[in-house]
Protein backbone atom coordinates (compact mmCIF):
# COMPACT_ATOMS: atom_id res chain seq x y z
CA UNK A 1 0.00 0.00 0.00
CA UNK A 2 1.95 2.92 -1.01
CA UNK A 3 1.70 5.85 1.36
CA UNK A 4 -0.25 3.79 3.43
CA UNK A 5 -1.51 4.84 6.69
CA UNK A 6 -2.02 3.05 9.99
CA UNK A 7 -3.78 3.93 13.37
CA UNK A 8 -3.06 2.25 16.67
CA UNK A 9 -5.37 2.45 19.70
CA UNK A 10 -3.92 0.74 22.52
CA UNK A 11 -2.44 -2.38 21.74
CA UNK A 12 -4.14 -2.82 18.49
CA UNK A 13 -4.73 -1.85 15.24
CA UNK A 14 -7.58 0.18 14.41
CA UNK A 15 -7.19 1.28 11.24
CA UNK A 16 -5.20 0.76 7.77
CA UNK A 17 -5.50 2.89 4.92
CA UNK A 18 -4.06 5.51 2.47
CA UNK A 19 -6.15 8.49 3.60
CA UNK A 20 -6.32 8.35 7.14
CA UNK A 21 -7.89 11.32 9.53
CA UNK A 22 -5.16 11.47 12.33
CA UNK A 23 -7.09 11.56 15.68
CA UNK A 24 -6.22 14.80 17.85
CA UNK A 25 -3.66 14.69 20.01
CA UNK A 26 -2.23 11.83 18.04
CA UNK A 27 1.58 10.47 18.08
CA UNK A 28 3.26 10.39 14.64
CA UNK A 29 5.28 8.41 13.15
CA UNK A 30 6.64 9.61 9.76
CA UNK A 31 7.51 6.14 8.11
CA UNK A 32 7.81 8.20 4.50
CA UNK A 33 10.30 5.94 2.42
CA UNK A 34 10.43 3.07 4.85
CA UNK A 35 8.91 -0.19 4.53
CA UNK A 36 6.41 -1.10 7.23
CA UNK A 37 5.13 -4.59 8.03
CA UNK A 38 4.34 -6.60 10.69
CA UNK A 39 6.14 -7.60 13.29
CA UNK A 40 8.04 -10.68 12.86
CA UNK A 41 7.57 -13.55 14.68
CA UNK A 42 10.16 -16.32 15.78
CA UNK A 43 8.10 -19.73 16.59
CA UNK A 44 11.66 -21.28 18.31
CA UNK A 45 14.67 -19.80 20.59
CA UNK A 46 16.98 -20.58 23.15
CA UNK A 47 17.81 -17.02 24.66
CA UNK A 48 20.17 -18.35 26.79
CA UNK A 49 22.04 -19.68 23.77
CA UNK A 50 23.38 -15.80 23.62
CA UNK A 51 25.86 -16.40 26.18
CA UNK A 52 27.53 -18.98 23.45
CA UNK A 53 28.39 -16.07 21.36
CA UNK A 54 32.26 -15.92 21.10
CA UNK A 55 33.08 -18.69 22.92
CA UNK A 56 35.16 -21.92 22.77
CA UNK A 57 34.29 -25.15 24.83
CA UNK A 58 37.86 -26.42 25.99
CA UNK A 59 39.49 -29.86 24.71
CA UNK A 60 38.81 -31.57 21.59
CA UNK A 61 35.95 -30.22 19.16
CA UNK A 62 32.82 -32.04 19.07
CA UNK A 63 32.10 -34.57 15.90
CA UNK A 64 29.35 -35.42 16.04
CA UNK A 65 25.54 -34.04 17.81
CA UNK A 66 25.85 -36.09 20.50
CA UNK A 67 29.41 -34.58 21.60
CA UNK A 68 28.19 -30.98 21.13
CA UNK A 69 25.09 -31.91 23.78
CA UNK A 70 27.32 -33.31 25.84
CA UNK A 71 30.57 -30.91 25.44
CA UNK A 72 28.86 -27.51 24.96
CA UNK A 73 25.37 -27.03 25.57
CA UNK A 74 24.53 -29.44 28.58
CA UNK A 75 27.43 -27.73 30.49
CA UNK A 76 26.59 -24.51 28.86
CA UNK A 77 22.89 -24.54 30.37
CA UNK A 78 24.53 -25.92 34.20
CA UNK A 79 26.60 -23.05 34.36
CA UNK A 80 23.24 -20.80 34.21
CA UNK A 81 23.12 -18.88 37.32
CA UNK A 82 20.09 -16.48 37.56
CA UNK A 83 21.92 -13.39 36.92
CA UNK A 84 23.25 -14.99 33.78
CA UNK A 85 19.30 -16.38 32.98
CA UNK A 86 18.40 -12.42 33.30
CA UNK A 87 20.85 -11.00 31.16
CA UNK A 88 21.49 -14.18 28.42
CA UNK A 89 17.51 -13.01 27.88
CA UNK A 90 17.79 -9.18 27.72
CA UNK A 91 20.57 -9.78 25.31
CA UNK A 92 18.84 -11.84 22.89
CA UNK A 93 15.29 -9.39 23.14
CA UNK A 94 17.60 -6.43 22.57
CA UNK A 95 18.52 -8.29 19.12
CA UNK A 96 14.99 -9.03 18.14
CA UNK A 97 13.91 -5.47 19.01
CA UNK A 98 16.83 -4.19 16.81
CA UNK A 99 15.80 -6.87 14.17
CA UNK A 100 11.82 -6.38 14.10
CA UNK A 101 10.94 -9.44 15.67
CA UNK A 102 8.25 -8.78 18.38
CA UNK A 103 7.11 -12.35 19.62
CA UNK A 104 9.28 -15.45 20.47
CA UNK A 105 7.96 -18.74 21.88
CA UNK A 106 11.05 -19.60 23.86
CA UNK A 107 12.80 -22.67 25.47
CA UNK A 108 14.91 -22.11 28.84
CA UNK A 109 17.40 -24.52 30.73
CA UNK A 110 19.34 -24.06 33.61
CA UNK A 111 19.54 -27.03 35.54
CA UNK A 112 21.45 -25.43 38.36
CA UNK A 113 18.56 -22.83 38.99
CA UNK A 114 15.42 -24.34 37.21
CA UNK A 115 12.94 -22.77 40.44
CA UNK A 116 11.50 -19.57 39.02
CA UNK A 117 14.40 -19.06 36.05
CA UNK A 118 11.03 -18.33 34.07
CA UNK A 119 9.77 -15.82 35.77
CA UNK A 120 13.27 -14.16 35.41
CA UNK A 121 12.70 -14.40 31.74
CA UNK A 122 9.10 -13.48 31.62
CA UNK A 123 10.52 -10.09 33.69
CA UNK A 124 12.56 -9.34 30.87
CA UNK A 125 10.21 -9.76 28.33
CA UNK A 126 7.79 -7.38 29.87
CA UNK A 127 10.54 -4.85 30.39
CA UNK A 128 11.55 -5.07 27.04
CA UNK A 129 7.82 -4.90 25.94
CA UNK A 130 7.86 -8.29 23.28
CA UNK A 131 5.68 -10.45 23.26
CA UNK A 132 6.80 -14.63 24.98
CA UNK A 133 5.57 -17.64 25.05
CA UNK A 134 7.84 -19.68 27.50
CA UNK A 135 8.49 -23.34 29.05
CA UNK A 136 11.37 -24.95 30.87
CA UNK A 137 13.40 -27.74 29.23
CA UNK A 138 12.31 -30.91 31.49
CA UNK A 139 14.89 -33.74 31.52
CA UNK A 140 16.04 -36.64 33.39
CA UNK A 141 20.03 -35.74 32.50
CA UNK A 142 20.78 -34.38 35.69
CA UNK A 143 18.09 -34.77 38.08
CA UNK A 144 14.93 -37.15 36.99
CA UNK A 145 12.35 -34.71 36.37
CA UNK A 146 13.98 -31.85 36.25
CA UNK A 147 11.64 -29.13 35.44
CA UNK A 148 8.50 -31.08 35.92
CA UNK A 149 7.76 -28.48 38.63
CA UNK A 150 8.72 -25.26 37.17
CA UNK A 151 6.37 -25.92 34.13
CA UNK A 152 3.17 -26.40 35.89
CA UNK A 153 3.63 -23.58 38.73
CA UNK A 154 4.31 -21.55 35.51
CA UNK A 155 1.36 -22.67 32.96
CA UNK A 156 -1.22 -22.42 36.51
CA UNK A 157 0.28 -18.62 36.31
CA UNK A 158 -0.01 -17.41 33.63
CA UNK A 159 -3.03 -19.44 33.17
CA UNK A 160 -4.14 -17.17 36.28
CA UNK A 161 -3.00 -14.19 34.86
CA UNK A 162 -4.74 -14.11 31.75
CA UNK A 163 -2.46 -11.72 30.15
CA UNK A 164 -1.61 -12.57 26.71
CA UNK A 165 1.77 -10.54 27.00
CA UNK A 166 3.26 -14.04 28.66
CA UNK A 167 2.12 -17.79 27.96
CA UNK A 168 3.31 -20.95 28.34
CA UNK A 169 4.16 -24.33 26.78
CA UNK A 170 5.35 -26.95 29.22
CA UNK A 171 8.95 -28.04 27.98
CA UNK A 172 10.68 -31.39 27.12
CA UNK A 173 14.13 -31.60 26.12
CA UNK A 174 14.11 -34.75 23.72
CA UNK A 175 12.84 -37.71 24.68
CA UNK A 176 16.15 -39.26 24.38
CA UNK A 177 16.78 -38.06 28.00
CA UNK A 178 12.99 -38.69 29.07
CA UNK A 179 12.05 -41.39 31.39
CA UNK A 180 8.54 -42.88 30.81
CA UNK A 181 7.82 -42.12 34.52
CA UNK A 182 8.81 -38.10 33.13
CA UNK A 183 6.82 -38.19 30.35
CA UNK A 184 3.72 -39.93 32.29
CA UNK A 185 4.05 -37.15 34.80
CA UNK A 186 4.23 -34.95 31.48
CA UNK A 187 0.89 -36.08 30.12
CA UNK A 188 -0.87 -36.03 33.44
CA UNK A 189 0.61 -31.85 34.19
CA UNK A 190 -0.77 -31.14 30.74
CA UNK A 191 -4.11 -32.58 31.36
CA UNK A 192 -4.20 -30.74 34.19
CA UNK A 193 -3.77 -27.49 32.41
CA UNK A 194 -4.53 -28.30 28.98
CA UNK A 195 -1.21 -27.30 27.67
CA UNK A 196 0.62 -28.18 25.02
CA UNK A 197 4.59 -29.55 24.99
CA UNK A 198 7.34 -28.16 23.39
CA UNK A 199 9.94 -30.22 22.32
CA UNK A 200 12.54 -31.61 20.58
CA UNK A 201 12.19 -34.29 18.14
CA UNK A 202 14.48 -36.00 15.39
CA UNK A 203 16.93 -33.20 15.35
CA UNK A 204 19.81 -36.06 14.81
CA UNK A 205 19.61 -39.97 13.56
CA UNK A 206 20.61 -40.92 17.11
CA UNK A 207 17.84 -39.86 18.38
CA UNK A 208 15.52 -42.00 16.49
CA UNK A 209 18.26 -44.81 17.09
CA UNK A 210 17.77 -44.38 20.92
CA UNK A 211 14.22 -44.60 21.14
CA UNK A 212 14.09 -47.73 18.88
CA UNK A 213 17.16 -48.87 20.79
CA UNK A 214 14.95 -48.15 24.50
CA UNK A 215 11.69 -48.06 23.57
CA UNK A 216 11.35 -50.48 20.50
CA UNK A 217 9.17 -47.59 19.08
CA UNK A 218 9.79 -44.43 16.73
CA UNK A 219 10.11 -40.64 18.49
CA UNK A 220 6.47 -39.60 17.36
CA UNK A 221 4.99 -42.98 18.29
CA UNK A 222 6.25 -42.46 21.54
CA UNK A 223 5.10 -39.08 22.43
CA UNK A 224 1.48 -39.82 20.88
CA UNK A 225 1.41 -43.20 23.00
CA UNK A 226 1.54 -40.74 26.03
CA UNK A 227 -0.80 -38.29 24.30
CA UNK A 228 1.91 -35.50 23.98
CA UNK A 229 0.83 -34.93 19.97
CA UNK A 230 -1.96 -32.51 19.04
CA UNK A 231 -2.92 -28.74 18.25
CA UNK A 232 -1.29 -27.20 21.08
CA UNK A 233 1.84 -28.90 20.93
CA UNK A 234 4.71 -27.73 19.35
CA UNK A 235 8.04 -30.19 17.93
CA UNK A 236 11.04 -29.05 16.89
CA UNK A 237 13.34 -30.27 14.02
CA UNK A 238 11.78 -33.60 12.85
CA UNK A 239 14.86 -33.97 10.23
CA UNK A 240 15.26 -37.87 10.82
CA UNK A 241 11.02 -38.77 11.21
CA UNK A 242 10.15 -41.24 8.83
CA UNK A 243 6.63 -41.30 6.62
CA UNK A 244 4.78 -42.52 9.34
CA UNK A 245 5.43 -40.37 11.54
CA UNK A 246 4.83 -37.65 9.58
CA UNK A 247 1.47 -39.03 8.80
CA UNK A 248 1.05 -39.01 12.59
CA UNK A 249 2.16 -35.24 13.19
CA UNK A 250 -0.11 -34.42 10.34
CA UNK A 251 -3.18 -36.56 11.64
CA UNK A 252 -2.96 -34.79 15.47
CA UNK A 253 -2.90 -31.60 13.81
CA UNK A 254 0.74 -31.54 15.80
CA UNK A 255 2.69 -27.66 14.88
CA UNK A 256 6.02 -27.96 13.68
CA UNK A 257 9.01 -25.60 13.14
CA UNK A 258 12.18 -25.70 11.12
CA UNK A 259 15.35 -23.97 12.06
CA UNK A 260 18.17 -24.49 8.94
CA UNK A 261 20.81 -22.29 10.63
CA UNK A 262 21.02 -24.08 13.20
CA UNK A 263 20.71 -27.74 11.73
CA UNK A 264 23.64 -26.78 9.31
CA UNK A 265 25.57 -25.19 12.00
CA UNK A 266 25.53 -28.62 14.18
CA UNK A 267 25.83 -30.67 10.53
CA UNK A 268 22.44 -32.74 11.45
CA UNK A 269 20.39 -32.73 8.14
CA UNK A 270 18.40 -31.23 6.30
CA UNK A 271 14.25 -31.01 7.08
CA UNK A 272 11.88 -32.58 4.68
CA UNK A 273 10.46 -29.27 4.80
CA UNK A 274 8.55 -29.15 1.55
CA UNK A 275 7.11 -32.91 2.22
CA UNK A 276 6.17 -31.14 5.74
CA UNK A 277 4.10 -28.66 4.27
CA UNK A 278 2.33 -30.78 1.19
CA UNK A 279 0.87 -33.50 4.58
CA UNK A 280 -0.92 -30.19 5.43
CA UNK A 281 1.58 -29.90 9.04
CA UNK A 282 1.58 -26.48 10.32
CA UNK A 283 5.12 -25.65 10.19
CA UNK A 284 7.04 -22.53 11.23
CA UNK A 285 10.35 -21.23 11.52
CA UNK A 286 12.72 -21.02 14.57
CA UNK A 287 16.53 -19.90 14.69
CA UNK A 288 16.63 -21.99 17.56
CA UNK A 289 19.04 -19.75 19.46
CA UNK A 290 21.24 -19.08 16.55
CA UNK A 291 20.19 -15.24 16.35
CA UNK A 292 16.76 -13.37 16.84
CA UNK A 293 17.15 -12.36 12.80
CA UNK A 294 13.87 -13.68 10.88
CA UNK A 295 14.18 -12.69 8.05
CA UNK A 296 17.47 -14.55 7.77
CA UNK A 297 16.04 -17.77 8.54
CA UNK A 298 13.94 -17.72 5.80
CA UNK A 299 16.28 -17.37 3.43
CA UNK A 300 18.21 -19.69 4.62
CA UNK A 301 15.60 -22.17 4.59
CA UNK A 302 14.65 -21.70 0.58
CA UNK A 303 18.44 -21.31 -0.18
CA UNK A 304 18.90 -24.61 2.13
CA UNK A 305 16.73 -26.76 0.13
CA UNK A 306 17.21 -25.81 -2.90
CA UNK A 307 20.92 -26.98 -2.49
CA UNK A 308 19.64 -29.86 -0.93
CA UNK A 309 17.29 -31.26 -3.44
CA UNK A 310 19.52 -29.37 -6.82
CA UNK A 311 16.55 -27.78 -7.81
CA UNK A 312 16.40 -23.92 -8.63
CA UNK A 313 12.88 -23.72 -8.65
CA UNK A 314 11.54 -25.07 -5.22
CA UNK A 315 11.21 -23.52 -1.57
CA UNK A 316 11.25 -19.78 -2.23
CA UNK A 317 7.70 -18.89 -1.57
CA UNK A 318 6.95 -21.55 0.81
CA UNK A 319 9.97 -20.21 2.90
CA UNK A 320 8.64 -16.55 2.62
CA UNK A 321 4.87 -18.00 4.19
CA UNK A 322 6.29 -20.01 6.70
CA UNK A 323 7.74 -16.90 7.95
CA UNK A 324 4.87 -14.02 7.41
CA UNK A 325 1.57 -16.24 7.79
CA UNK A 326 2.74 -20.25 9.51
CA UNK A 327 4.50 -18.67 12.56
CA UNK A 328 1.40 -16.14 12.68
CA UNK A 329 -1.16 -19.33 12.40
CA UNK A 330 1.39 -21.29 15.52
CA UNK A 331 1.37 -18.08 17.86
CA UNK A 332 -2.35 -17.61 17.21
CA UNK A 333 -2.54 -21.19 19.12
CA UNK A 334 -0.11 -19.87 21.48
CA UNK A 335 -1.06 -16.49 22.57
CA UNK A 336 -4.69 -15.07 23.07
CA UNK A 337 -4.45 -12.06 20.00
CA UNK A 338 -3.90 -12.66 16.78
CA UNK A 339 -0.80 -10.77 15.32
CA UNK A 340 1.31 -11.16 11.99
CA UNK A 341 -1.06 -8.71 9.31
CA UNK A 342 -1.85 -5.00 9.22
CA UNK A 343 -5.47 -5.17 9.49
CA UNK A 344 -7.48 -3.81 12.10
CA UNK A 345 -8.72 -5.49 15.13
CA UNK A 346 -4.87 -7.43 15.12
CA UNK A 347 -2.20 -6.66 18.28
CA UNK A 348 0.13 -3.38 17.02
CA UNK A 349 3.04 -5.28 16.32
CA UNK A 350 4.87 -3.16 13.60
CA UNK A 351 8.34 -3.36 12.63
CA UNK A 352 9.36 -0.54 9.97
CA UNK A 353 12.71 -0.34 7.76
CA UNK A 354 14.76 1.88 6.69
CA UNK A 355 14.77 0.64 3.08
CA UNK A 356 15.46 2.29 -0.04
CA UNK A 357 14.47 -0.60 -2.80
CA UNK A 358 16.70 -0.07 -6.06
CA UNK A 359 13.91 -1.41 -8.16
CA UNK A 360 10.43 -1.55 -8.46
CA UNK A 361 9.03 -2.58 -5.05
CA UNK A 362 4.87 -3.14 -5.58
CA UNK A 363 2.59 -6.12 -5.36
CA UNK A 364 3.97 -9.29 -6.44
CA UNK A 365 7.43 -7.91 -5.60
CA UNK A 366 7.46 -8.33 -2.27
CA UNK A 367 8.98 -11.54 -1.14
CA UNK A 368 12.04 -10.81 -2.97
CA UNK A 369 12.70 -7.73 -1.46
CA UNK A 370 11.86 -8.69 1.94
CA UNK A 371 14.71 -12.27 1.23
CA UNK A 372 17.47 -9.76 -0.49
CA UNK A 373 16.74 -6.44 0.64
CA UNK A 374 14.91 -5.86 3.74
CA UNK A 375 17.74 -8.94 5.14
CA UNK A 376 19.87 -6.38 5.20
CA UNK A 377 18.17 -3.47 6.27
CA UNK A 378 18.22 -1.38 9.39
CA UNK A 379 14.89 -1.14 11.67
CA UNK A 380 14.13 1.94 12.36
CA UNK A 381 11.19 1.41 14.83
CA UNK A 382 10.15 -1.38 16.32
CA UNK A 383 6.42 -1.51 17.71
CA UNK A 384 4.92 -4.03 20.34
CA UNK A 385 1.63 -3.94 21.75
CA UNK A 386 0.90 -0.88 20.61
CA UNK A 387 3.93 0.49 22.36
CA UNK A 388 7.16 2.11 20.67
CA UNK A 389 10.23 -0.11 21.91
CA UNK A 390 12.68 1.23 19.26
CA UNK A 391 13.00 4.54 17.43
CA UNK A 392 15.72 5.39 15.02
CA UNK A 393 17.37 2.50 15.76
CA UNK A 394 17.40 3.10 19.33
CA UNK A 395 15.75 1.12 22.00
CA UNK A 396 13.94 3.16 24.27
CA UNK A 397 12.59 0.51 27.10
CA UNK A 398 15.86 -1.09 27.89
CA UNK A 399 19.14 0.47 28.82
CA UNK A 400 21.20 -1.30 26.25
CA UNK A 401 24.58 -0.08 27.21
CA UNK A 402 24.33 -0.77 30.30
CA UNK A 403 22.96 -4.43 29.57
CA UNK A 404 25.22 -5.49 27.80
CA UNK A 405 28.43 -4.09 29.91
CA UNK A 406 26.70 -6.38 32.49
CA UNK A 407 25.75 -8.91 29.96
CA UNK A 408 30.10 -9.15 29.24
CA UNK A 409 30.49 -9.60 33.25
CA UNK A 410 27.95 -12.40 33.27
CA UNK A 411 28.90 -14.61 30.15
CA UNK A 412 32.67 -14.28 31.22
CA UNK A 413 31.37 -15.80 35.28
CA UNK A 414 29.56 -18.09 33.06
CA UNK A 415 32.45 -19.46 31.09
CA UNK A 416 34.67 -19.63 33.86
CA UNK A 417 31.98 -22.25 35.99
CA UNK A 418 31.79 -23.94 32.63
Not at 35 to 49: E, K, R
Not at 236 to 251: F, K, P, Q, R, Y
Amino acid sequence: MPNGQILIEGQKIAAVGPTLQAPPNAQIIDAAGMVVMPGLINAHHHLYSSFARGFAAPGEPARNFVQILERVWWKLDLALDPEAVRYSSYVALLEAIHTGCTTIIDHHASPSCTDGSLDIIAETFREAGLSGCLCYETSDRNTPGDGLAENTRFIRQTQASRDGQITALFGLHAQMTLSDATLEATAQACAETNAGVHIHVAEDAADEEDCLAKHGSRIIQRLHKFGLTGPKSLFIHGIHLDESEMDLVAETGTMMVHNPESNMNNAVGTQKMLTLLKKGILLGLGTDGMTSHMISAARVAHLLQRATLADPRVAFVEACDMLLNKNAQIAARCFPEKRGQLVPGQLADIAIFDYVPTTPLEPGRFLGHMLYGLNYARVHTTIARGKILMRDSKVLTLDEQAICAKAHECARATWQRF
